[in-house]
């Protein structure tokens, strides 16, 4: 579990034109992050 203050850690997810996005090219830039829980 990542706590406040800590690095978030690595990881790659698809982009909506199917690319994929890394959280360390973000770094530097301002970023929100929301995660939603599925329920379908």
Do not use: E, N, Y
């Amino acid at each position: 579990m990542t706590l406040v203050g800590q690095a978030a850690p690595v990881f790659t997810l698809p982009a909506s034109d199917g690319a994929r996005i890394s959280l360390a090219s973000l770094r530097g830039r301002p970023l929100v992050l929301a995660f939603f829980r599925g329920t379908w």
